[in-house]
């Protein structure tokens, strides 16, 4: 069954430093998402995407955040200048045709800025 | 405004035994619902969805019951078995942008 991957698994960082989370969607996918999970907490919408372009972002996603489809495969989540409260599993999710429609998350990559 | 909340943190049943996870949402212009199941150190694992057009839907061992007049939403689970002990979430889509709004969070504990 296809699913979404998203690497690394695990990232640490130190503070102010520039990281790349990277995730392979399901192949015939066309909407793609970034989420982030705080520990203990409930998963937090950041960015939708389709088209290659932003469709929609909420108020957490800033200046420091961006996301790209660099080829046909990955959807990249870039935090320039990390801070210590972007410590959280960050999930990528994709679906079909966006609205209504069953959205499949990856495993997650824990980041933990120090 | 849009948030999505869960009555009870957590739950704990006998293994065997039937499962209600309970959740409020706040947007009555929402139209679709998912429970998603996530376990320790995973992602949200897709459960059921319902959509407003509906009050109820039944899956393998679980059901989602939509009650649009009180804003509630519950995910029943048949025959709890140890291997459903996760943390079960609800989200819904508040507009046609197609992001998900997540409530809290229930814990299920199941006990063999």
């Known amino acids: 069954e296809p699913e979404v991957t998203q690497t690394p698994s695990h990232q640490v960082t130190q503070m102010g430093q520039e990281v790349i989370l990277r995730c392979v969607p399901i192949?015939?996918?066309?909407?793609f998402y970034w989420y982030r999970q705080i520990l203990g907490q409930k998963v937090e919408f950041l960015v939708s995407?389709?088209?290659?372009?932003?469709?929609?972002k909420s108020e957490i996603f800033d200046d420091q955040f961006s996301v790209e489809r660099p080829d046909g495969s990955n959807f990249t989540l870039k935090i320039r200048s990390t801070k210590l409260e972007d410590s959280a599993m960050y999930f990528c999710?994709?679906?079909?045709?966006?609205?209504?429609?069953?959205?499949?998350f990856g495993p997650g990559t824990r980041l933990l800025v120090l | 405004g849009e948030s999505v909340g869960l009555h009870l943190p957590t739950l704990s049943v006998q293994e065997g035994d039937n499962s209600i996870i309970n959740c409020a949402y706040s947007?009555?212009?929402?139209?679709?619902f998912i429970w998603y199941k996530q376990e320790s150190g995973k992602g949200p694992q897709f459960i059921i969805d319902?959509?407003?057009?509906?009050d109820k839907r039944q899956g393998q061992r679980v059901t989602v019951l939509l009650n649009k007049t009180v804003k509630h939403l519950s995910l029943q689970i048949a025959a709890t078995q140890p291997g459903d002990s996760a943390v079960y979430f609800c989200?819904?889509?508040?507009?046609?942008?197609?992001?998900?709004?997540f409530g809290q969070g229930t814990e299920l504990s199941v006990k063999p």
């Open positions: 999710a994709s679906t079909t045709s966006g609205f209504q429609e069953t959205q499949y």
């Open positions: 192949s015939n996918h066309l909407y």
């Open positions: 995407f389709y088209n290659n372009e932003i469709s929609e």
């Open positions: 947007n009555s212009a929402s139209d679709y």
């Open positions: 319902i959509r407003s057009n509906m």
């Open positions: 989200a819904e889509t508040p507009d046609q942008g197609g992001k998900l709004i």
